[in-house]
Structure formats: structure tokens, C-alpha cells
């Protein structure tokens, strides 16, 4: 089993809709997470961290469950600007998901 | 600030030769990575440094090999390039591996 296994995608959803991806990692032990945005394979930029009581940035809602293991991200009104690759990430041990491809359309 | 630098930004490399690429961050950022990134996949740890004088493997190692003599620099060298390292190469930097990372625009690598 991966590390780190992400929602497989694609996603493709009209504008103004609502997402969400999940991301599910193995080692108990983890203590740091994040969702990072990856456009057309350029470098990956920080979106959020996410912490265990939650982190809300205004579209954009990250919730930890460290009881099921997993760290899910939302986004509401989705953009076109949106569209993106979402790769989660389990810290300390910088392990990235395979990432999950969302496509905002008019 | 220029944050990360990477250099080259793409290579065209024939099986057989050898190489670095450079990497380096302004920063004072103690942690610093490598990964590479193949088609339609993740981000794959090769090497990992937690300070000048300190590397670590990471997930894919093999044929890849670093060194940290100062804070600022973590370059990569190929030993002997094959076609499987044919990839994307992004280096990163963070106060420390639990925190966020910074990437470099990535070095687009070509092994014929």
C-alpha cells in the first residue's frame, strides 16, 4: 500500500460547483499535512496547510480525520482558474500523493 | 529574494554521461530535497538534506547522488544517465521537513 494514496481523478465539474478530494495516508505517527496546487507541471506552490481543527481560506476548506487516516480538501464556487493538479502531502517524511486533476468548466 | 534557483532548465543527455544539476535557495532554509516527477504521477523523494554536511536517501535513490557543503547549495549529480531517468527534477527548501516547502521551476531532463 502507498504511503500516500489520493483521490484518482479526474475531476471535471462545471463552474460554481462544489469538490471535494481526499487523501488517505498509512503511518499513524504523522503529525504535518498539506495540499499543494500544481499547474501544467510547473513547481508545486503551497495551498494550505491543514491542521487537526481545520483550515478555512475562502473557497478552500481542509479538514484532518486522524482517527480514519485521511485529510480531505474542499473547494466551493469552483473557478476556471481552479483547474489544477492537487497533490496532498505528508510531512516529515515528504511523501506527496500521485496527485488529483481538476477541470473547471464554463 | 529569488527563493529557489534550479539550472538547467531543460537537458538533452546521451545513456552513459554524467551530470549535475544545480540547485540553490536564499533563504537560510536548513532542509532541502530533490524529487523527480514522472508523467502523470507524483513527486518521488531521491535525496534529502537536513543541513550543510547532511544527506539522507530518500524513496528513489539509485543512480542519483548529493552534497550540502554550505546551507545555500544541494546540487544533484547523475552518475551515469539511463533513459529511466528521463523526468521533471524539482528541487525544494523548508525551515524543516515538517514545514512548508519552497520549489524550484524544475529542471526538464532527457536521457537518450
Known amino acids: 500500500r502507498k504511503e500516500v494514496e489520493q483521490d484518482p481523478g479526474p475531476f471535471n465539474v462545471p463552474e460554481g460547483a462544489t469538490v471535494a478530494f481526499n487523501c488517505t495516508y498509512s503511518?499513524?505517527?504523522?503529525?504535518?499535512f498539506f495540499w499543494y496546487r500544481q499547474d501544467c507541471r510547473k513547481e508545486p506552490k503551497l495551498l494550505m496547510s491543514?491542521?487537526?481543527s481545520g483550515n478555512e481560506d475562502g473557497r478552500f476548506t481542509a479538514q484532518l480525520n486522524r482517527a480514519s487516516q485521511y485529510i480531505s480538501l474542499l473547494i466551493r464556487d469552483s473557478k476556471l482558474s481552479d483547474s489544477a493538479t492537487y497533490l496532498c502531502?505528508?510531512?516529515?517524511?515528504?511523501?506527496f500523493g500521485d496527485g488529483t486533476t481538476l477541470t473547471v468548466k464554463p | 529574494n529569488a527563493g529557489v534557483t534550479q539550472t538547467p532548465k531543460f537537458q538533452v543527455l546521451k545513456t552513459g554521461q554524467s551530470m549535475t544539476l544545480q540547485c540553490a535557495q536564499d533563504?537560510?532554509?536548513?532542509?532541502m530535497s530533490w524529487y523527480r516527477q514522472d508523467p502523470g504521477m507524483g513527486l518521488r523523494l531521491i535525496h534529502y538534506?537536513?543541513?550543510?554536511?547532511?544527506?539522507d536517501q530518500g524513496e528513489v535513490p539509485n543512480g542519483y547522488n548529493v552534497s550540502r557543503s554550505t546551507t545555500e547549495d544541494f546540487p544533484l549529480r547523475l552518475l551515469s544517465a539511463a533513459p529511466s531517468q528521463t523526468s521533471v527534477y524539482f528541487c525544494?527548501?523548508?525551515?524543516?521537513?515538517?514545514?512548508?516547502?519552497?520549489f524550484g521551476p524544475g529542471t526538464r531532463l532527457t536521457v537518450l
Open positions: 525544494a527548501s523548508g525551515a524543516g521537513a515538517s514545514n512548508e516547502q519552497f
Open positions: 533563504m537560510n532554509h536548513e532542509y
Open positions: 538534506s537536513v543541513g550543510a554536511g547532511i544527506t
Open positions: 491543514v491542521y487537526s
Open positions: 502531502v505528508v510531512a516529515g517524511k515528504s511523501t
Open positions: 503511518n499513524s505517527a504523522s503529525q504535518s
